[in-house]
């Protein structure tokens, strides 16, 4: 009887700590993409990071996205030249921008079931040293032991003190750009 007791204390005891070892997971990805578009009538600007790295917790739905702002690639050299200049992002001065954001219906996700989930994110943008909130949706994907987050949103330029008095860069260049954001996480 003693036996049965400690084999059944062992498997309720490693349920336990399973189930809190899950629910307080860190998710960490290497392998977090970020792209921004604009569109204007001179000519379409995209850039894509494949350097950003970002964490989740799966069990209070804060996350943080790091963006190496001079790890983004151009089609054409100029376009990353007026990027990176003291005239746009200034990213030596500014090398990073992050999101620390915050999943609000965290008890809606099941990470331990393979589903797609909306998320709701809040959370504040810093870009150029410049800080604003965000309030935008976000699609996980959970597959096997692999956690997707995507999403798309719109920023407004201004907003992070991203301005162009006058030239050329001034006309080519659309006020609000489109952020595509996807990271994967390994459970």
């Known amino acids: 009887m003693k036996r049965i007791s400690l084999i059944l204390s062992i ?12 629910a307080t997971a860190k998710l ?5 993409h970020i792209r921004f578009f604009s569109t204007t009538p001179a000519e379409n600007i995209e850039a894509n990071n494949f350097a950003s790295v970002s964490t989740l917790s799966t069990a209070t739905g ?12 151009f089609e054409k050299a100029l376009m990353q030249k007026h990027f990176n200049s003291g005239k746009f992002l200034d990213t030596k001065a500014f090398p990073t921008a992050k999101l620390k954001g915050k999943i609000t219906n965290i008890t809606e996700i099941d990470f331990s079931k393979d589903g797609i ?13 410049k800080t604003n909130p ?9 597959k096997g032991n692999t956690v997707s987050v995507s999403g798309k949103f719109n920023i407004t330029l201004a907003d992070y003190g ?8 001034a006309s080519n260049i659309a006020r609000t750009v489109e952020v595509t954001v996807h990271s994967e996480y390994q459970q």
């Open 11 to 22: 498997i309720l005891l490693s349920a336990v700590t399973t189930t809190f070892a899950q």
């Open 28 to 32: 960490k990805s290497t392998k977090t």
């Open 117 to 129: 989930y909306q998320a709701k994110v809040t959370g504040d943008l810093t870009i150029k040293g």
């Open 162 to 169: 991203i301005t162009f008095v006058g030239g050329k860069p």
């Open 62 to 73: 804060e996350s943080i996205f790091s963006v190496p702002m001079q790890s983004f690639e």
């Open 134 to 142: 965000i309030n935008e949706s976000a699609t996980i994907t959970v």
